[in-house]
């Protein structure tokens, strides 16, 4: 192993302590849609601690916080082949810096999505931007560039022609990229020193918009990559199959993995699967097709499953049995994934309505909404009491 | 001045522009799959002399560069940028190397976009001159400017007047269509299909099999003769060449009408395209099929994938060469097994320009 990947993986284990009150990654640094920072339960379009600024481009992609600053990608320009990748000072929102690249693969997406559709991931150090384009840029947490490639210069029919919105996952020291569609479809390890390609797995020929998860148990880590054929767990260092899930599973919402060591996968509506503590085989130990989400993916807190479906019914579940223990009507379309921080739930609907359910009720409901009246369609992050969530044209912050 | 003083500065100087050039070189260098992410790495590291004067010869060294090596040299020049100090930014040798269309259109029109970060005065003066840019990017502002100052003019002889300017200089299918639009409201008559140059005029042979998608990759034979048979062994009995054409205004050619909503099969449509040059080309397809194109015989794209959207104009935009004389045009056209109703389109356009989008025309002399 190289000194550079050795001082690294130290520097990212040091960092993973401190990182409770981060927001690092899509769905959050767990990767489950969930925080143990507090939330702001009650929140303000213009409390003290919210503010909102205007976007330079389009984006489904959610915000993700490291220390003080928010991270967002965005893409403009006619054919949205200007991809954005900006900070923002968190307390006011005001803009750090802005970087600016151009696509070097396809950029055609369904007029519902868009080019920055992907989630950056954070290991604290650095930040993996991904776009539709299959462009991978690694920057300091200062915007300066580490590396970056174009996954699609390489490999031209990596693309989907309703666009692709996988989001990068950091384990080991490697940049975990999905890039799988009809056509040529792969996944990458790319070394985090240098964006070199670690290995490359061919995968499944099927549009898959779904992105590789983390399963950790002690020191140890895998990740979890989904399709349509099920999940397949991969050793992130070198790629290597592991174990693999093959009962099929959905190519929109992602898998969940829980701090049970169980792993959520939106299979024959959600299956859970047990994974042991070494984390080398899996046992299924429940199925239920009532709990089969929509748009977003499952979100898990406190041994509990939060899962959407297409009908707007937000469904409460154990995470170890599956026995649904509430289930409530939310006013949708909802393409979001809920997230939940100390005490509260929080999901968006597609017309920027903010719902908020409170978990500590006996039989929750709504207690609290707020529009934005914006169009809502990517997931928010919970970090520094705050709500952060983003439209096509606008960030914000909102707070208590 | 002291020597001392004096060699050092030339020293520092010399130094300095040997950093620029190493860097240069290196992110000229980069390749696909990573190759010279590592040499890029440690040239960005070692060089902490970039200031303004470094634009410039980034901006050349983006003339050589690759599209990636091409966002290296953005994000070096973004943070020399930063780096220095505002007030030596070098406007004018920006300007004159935008001016200069010998440039690469691409680091032309980051040139141009670093006029509009840093002065958009004299960046918004520029754009009218781009209306005849060989560059479509750049080009397009000065259309943006048209269509906009056409929607504002409440004068209806000038409007009319600036929607034909657009439509005339645009290459562009968003604008093109927004001047059509608007000269269609207006009572004006507009052919489309001659304005961009759609092919419309082919033969068609099939249907082959397609069944469970393998017809994708399996050489039928118009693939490989060179001179064409009458007629082959199809999916549904003999398959036989016939005339096959479009009186669509956007050029689309729907195979259904040739062999009715079938499923699991495909077709080959072939063209003989006239050129009074050897010389480069752009083929513009759009199709939501599976399909392979060929010119003379060299395969020059495939895309496996189906009904992932709509047919779209311009949806792939492939380098090619045409020799002087005719050139024979090869597509492969494929449908799939899927049965739901956004699944029956079985269709392609196409279209042959150069690089700015300015549709070839046929030589009248074959």
């Known amino acids: ?400 | 001045m002291k020597l001392v003083p004096v060699l050092f500065l030339v020293f520092f100087c010399l130094v300095r522009a040997n950093g620029n050039e190493l860097l240069t070189s290196t992110l000229i260098k980069i390749g696909a799959h990573g190759n010279g992410n590592q040499e890029a790495i440690r040239a960005i590291s070692k060089d902490n002399q970039l200031d303004h004067s470094s634009i410039l010869p980034l901006l050349i060294a983006m003339n050589s560069a690759n599209s990636v090596g091409d966002n290296w040299i953005r994000a070096v020049i973004s943070e020399t940028i930063i780096s220095s100090d505002p007030a030596n930014f070098p406007i004018q040798k920006i300007h004159n190397f935008l001016e200069n269309q010998s440039n690469a259109g691409s680091s032309r029109l980051t040139a141009f976009e670093l006029l509009q970060d840093n002065n958009p005065k004299l960046a918004n003066s520029i754009i009218p001159s781009l209306i005849h840019d060989p560059e479509p990017s750049l080009r397009r502002y000065a259309i943006a400017k048209i269509l906009d100052d056409a929607s504002l003019e409440k004068d209806a002889e000038i409007a009319l007047g600036l929607y034909q300017k657009a439509l005339n200089f645009a290459r562009e299918v968003d604008q093109i269509q927004e001047a059509t639009k608007q000269l269609r409201n207006r009572g004006e008559t507009i052919d489309l299909v001659e304005l961009m140059g759609f092919i419309t005029s082919w033969e068609i042979v099939g249907p082959f099999d397609n069944s469970e998608r393998m017809g994708f990759g399996k050489v039928y034979s118009p693939e490989t003769e060179s001179v064409s048979r009458e007629s082959y062994k199809g999916k549904n009995g003999q398959a036989k060449w016939t005339a096959f054409s479009t009186s669509h205004n956007l050029g689309m050619l729907d195979i259904n009408e040739e062999y009715g909503q079938i499923k699991e099969a495909l077709a080959y449509a072939k063209t003989t395209f006239v050129s009074d040059s050897a010389q480069k080309v752009q083929i513009r397809l759009g199709s939501k099929n599976a399909w392979k194109v060929w010119v003379n015989g060299d395969l020059l794209y495939s895309r496996d994938e189906y009904h992932r959207g709509k047919t779209r104009i311009d949806q792939f935009v492939i380098d090619g060469e045409l020799k002087k004389g005719a050139n024979k045009i090869l597509l492969k056209v494929c449908q799939n097994e899927q049965t739901q109703s956004w699944t029956k389109q079985w269709e392609f356009c196409l279209r042959i320009t150069d690089k700015s989008g300015k549709p070839i025309r046929q030589s009248s002399v074959n």
């Open chain 1, 1 to 400: 192993m190289k000194i550079s990947k050795i001082i690294f993986l130290l520097l990212s284990f040091s960092f993973i302590q401190s990182v409770h009150a981060e927001w690092l990654a899509f769905r959050g640094s767990q990767g489950n849609g969930s925080s143990k920072s507090s939330d702001p339960g009650k929140i303000e379009l213009h409390g003290k601690n919210s503010w909102v600024t205007e976007l330079p481009g389009r984006g489904l992609s959610s915000p993700v916080v490291v220390n003080d600053t928010v991270f967002l990608t965005a893409s403009s320009g006619p054919n949205q082949e200007t991809l954005h990748i900006i900070a923002f000072e968190q307390t006011n929102g005001q803009k750090k810096w802005e970087r600016k690249f151009k696509a070097t693969g396809r950029t055609v997406c369904h007029q519902k999505t868009c080019v920055a559709a992907s989630t950056i991931a954070s290991d604290g150090q650095v930040l993996i931007a991904q776009f539709s384009s299959n462009d991978i840029f690694c920057l300091t947490l200062s915007g300066r560039i580490k590396w970056l490639r174009g996954l699609a210069f390489d490999n031209p029919n990596i693309a989907n022609g309703l666009g692709m919105s996988s989001s990068p996952r950091i384990a080991s020291g490697t940049a975990i990229i999905q890039v799988e569609n009809d056509a040529d479809s792969f996944s990458f390890g790319l070394d985090m020193a240098d964006g070199t390609t670690v290995w490359k797995k061919e995968r499944t020929r099927a549009a898959n918009w779904t992105s590789p998860i983390s399963i950790r148990k002690n020191d140890r880590e895998i990740i979890g990559l989904q399709s349509k054929d099920g999940l397949t767990a991969i050793d992130p260092v070198n790629g290597k199959n592991l174990w693999a899930y093959e009962e099929g599973a959905s190519t929109i919402p992602s898998s969940t993995w829980t701090e049970e060591n169980i792993v959520l996968v939106p299979s024959n509506g959600m299956t859970a699967l047990k994974i042991d503590k070494k984390l080398m085989s899996f046992k299924k130990i429940w199925r239920d097709n009532k709990l089969k989400p929509g748009t977003g993916s499952p979100t898990t807190s406190k041994g509990k499953l939060y899962v959407v479906n297409n009908a707007n019914v937000l469904s409460c579940a154990s995470v170890k049995t599956g026995e649904i223990l509430w289930r409530m009507r939310l006013q949708g379309p909802v393409s979001s994934s809920p997230v939940i921080g100390s005490h509260h739930l929080y999901i968006f609907n597609e017309t920027g309505l903010c719902q908020v359910v409170d978990l500590r009720d006996e039989s929750p409901s709504v207690v609290h909404s707020i529009d934005l009246e914006d169009t809502i369609l990517g997931t928010p992050a919970v970090s520094k009491d705050a709500i952060f969530i983003r439209s096509d044209k606008r960030l914000w912050k909102l707070g208590a």
